[in-house]
Nanobody, 126 residues
Framework: QVHLVESGGGLVQSGGSLTLSCLASTRTFNAYSMGWFRQAPGKEREFVASISWSGRNTDYADSVKGRFTISRVNAKNTVYLQMLSLKPEDTAVYYC???????????????????WGQGTQVTVSS
């Protein structure tokens, strides 16, 4: 069982930046690949970014490439999502998720993730 807690959300103006954090309560954090997803009102939850257990492999949704960066510090059981040049369409609840893969890979498939946090709200005003 992995308990995930997101933090760092808030209200920011268009063009601004935020960094989200996700703290995992597990002794084997470095065995999990981690993902960030988001869900806007009235829309389905969508993939944002993922990072492999080593941190060497990452993947991003096309809509955030070049603006968002996912990273992790295994010694701190934490994964981050740095978000730059935020747009109003980035407004959503952001969720952290954990997957237990067979290798040092990443996935954008929501069904692969076994554990989820409660989410943190990000609101970008125009």
């Amino acid at each position: 069982q992995v308990h995930l807690v997101e933090s760092g959300g808030g209200l920011v103006q268009s063009g601004g930046s935020l960094t989200l954090s996700c703290l995992a309560s597990t002794r084997t954090f470095n065995a999990y690949s981690m993902g960030w997803f988001r869900q806007a009102p009235g829309k389905e939850r969508e993939f944002v970014a993922s990072i492999s257990w080593s941190g060497r492999n990452t993947d991003y949704a096309d809509s955030v490439k070049g603006r968002f960066t996912i990273s992790r510090v295994n010694a701190k059981n934490t994964v981050y999502l740095q978000m730059l040049s935020l747009k109003p369409e980035d407004t959503a609840v952001y969720y952290c998720a954990a997957d237990l893969p067979l290798d040092d890979s990443v996935t954008a498939f929501i069904g692969e993730y076994d554990y989820w946090g409660q989410g943190t709200q990000v609101t970008v005003s125009s």
